[in-house]
């Protein structure tokens, strides 16, 4: 199913999109070295709950999972790039975490993911990866306008990855979201200009660049979620939704204090 929004509908989704980005930077702010990853799943429920949203997590149970989640947040630490179901682990220092959340707020989602380094102990193929992933998303954003084709974005990204020498997985990657989290259009993280869907106003996007540092491979933990890179490497993963407007594309995610 591909969404069309209505104008109220886009405003609505404003109002989840600064929720989730607000709560990712509260989130990051609050991590330190010796953050347990349940502490920042609870942590994610309470402000959750207190802004009357609801999880799209936590009864999510795609063929792809051993589900139903049962968690508010997915939490990847350094080999574990995508779905990180939140285990008993204290994080340390120099751990690259990524924080993935996706919440439903008067009947409209947003999605959105962080990766970044927790403490002070930063390498900086590290810190290369994760600026690789929002320069690849920012490039993709560029091309999303009324007109572009899906296959606009995703050239846009892979361009990025592949010339900073990362392979692209394509089993997974962005989508539409609107009233549900997981809709089409597939916004693949390669892929030829032209090709794909014809983007719409009031279309909603969630981009999602993620790489890993030596391989395209991805694992499944034993815990049945979590997929980690086959060669045990690094990853990153940064995400924002859009929405396509009429003269451009608006980033719904960004936190209200962008200094932060």
Not at 27 to 54: C, F, P, S, Y
Not at 156 to 182: C, D, P, Q, R, W
Not at 214 to 235: E, H, I, M, P, Q
């Amino acid at each position: 199913m591909i969404e069309i929004l209505t104008a109220s509908e886009v405003e609505r989704a404003r109002e989840t999109g600064r929720l989730v980005g607000n709560i990712l930077n509260t989130l990051k702010h609050r991590v330190q070295v010796g953050t347990n990853l349940l502490e920042i799943d609870a942590w994610t429920k309470e402000m959750i709950e207190e802004a009357g949203a609801v999880s799209c997590y936590v009864d999510y149970a795609p063929s792809f999972g051993s589900g139903p989640f049962g968690h508010y947040i997915c939490t990847g630490v350094n080999d574990a790039v995508l779905h990180g179901l939140p285990r008993d682990y204290q994080l340390a220092d120099g751990d690259l975490l990524t924080l993935d959340l996706a919440i439903t707020l008067k009947g409209i989602a947003s999605d959105a993911a962080i990766s970044f380094i927790v403490g002070t102990a930063a390498r900086a193929e590290d810190l290369k990866m994760i600026e690789t992933t929002q320069r690849a998303l920012a490039a993709a954003i560029a091309e999303a306008r009324p007109g572009a084709k899906i296959g606009d974005l995703s050239f846009a990204i892979g361009s990025v990855l592949t010339a900073e020498g990362y392979k692209v997985n394509m089993e997974f990657g962005g989508h539409g979201i609107g009233s549900t989290m997981h809709q089409d259009p597939h916004v693949s993280n390669d892929g030829r200009r032209g090709r794909g869907y014809t983007l719409r106003p009031g279309l909603l996007l969630a981009i999602e660049p993620w790489v890993m540092a030596d391989t395209s491979k991805l694992v499944t933990d034993r815990d049945g979620w979590t997929l980690r890179s086959a060669t045990g490497c690094r990853t990153a993963h940064t995400e924002h939704t859009i929405a396509i407007t009429e003269t451009g594309a608006e980033i719904l995610t960004l936190p209200t204090d962008l200094s932060a």
